[in-house]
């Protein structure tokens, strides 16, 4: 039986599913802990803790940085000609990305509106 | 037979790393149901659970639900297991949080 086509042009990029599939969790677990974490430091900055809610905030760049770099690999690779195979979880794991980083700039705006109210 | 619940922002990625504790627990020969949710459907899933376990996404709503749910084992899935999908680490916290 011949394959179907769209598996013919579905060649993976890193070597095997299981590769990109470790990438994808990479990024969405570092991402999404980073998320939760900006999320924790408004919660610590409305209960008053604004000391707390900004090592919060510096723990969970660190963390956010993670993830990030599983991203930029896939990047570099792309940009080296090695095309990625999109799939649902490589998307989920971008949405993840990019909700944590809007999540980051949003919690320092928050925390200072926090200490701003607390005054 | 246990019923673990795991919590994700979609129940998608925590899907896969289901299938990985499956993959354990049989090893194990440890009888349980381990099902991935949405943070939508928890109010329905709780009341039935042994063991709730949020994915590092959702891991902000813990002290709520804690609250919400004073009787149930609610705990969070540890970044790097989650990340490596080390389904037999996850089972080895459930197993000790269930207390067996």
Known sequence: MVPALWKLSRKPSVNNMEGMEMICFSIISACGTARSMYIEAIQEAKLGDIEAARTMIKEAQQVFVEGHHAHAELIMKEANGEKTEIGLLLIHAEDQLMSAEAFGILSEEFVDMYERFGK | ?100
Do not use: H, W
């Not at chain 2, 042994?50 to 609610?74: C, H, M, S, T």
């Open chain 2, 1 to 100: 037979m246990k019923n673990i619940v795991l919590i994700c922002a979609a129940g998608m990625s925590t899907s896969l790393l289901v299938t990985k504790m499956q993959k354990a627990a049989v090893e194990m020969n440890y009888e349980c149901k381990i099902a991935a949710y949405a943070l939508a459907e928890v109010a329905n899933v709780i009341p039935t659970a042994d063991i709730v376990l949020l994915g590092p996404q959702v891991r902000f709503n813990l002290a709520k639900l804690r609250i919400a749910y004073p009787n149930k084992i609610i705990d969070t899935i540890e970044m790097r297991m989650y990340g490596t999908m080390n389904g037999a680490g996850v089972m080895e916290v459930v197993k000790k949080a269930i207390g067996e």
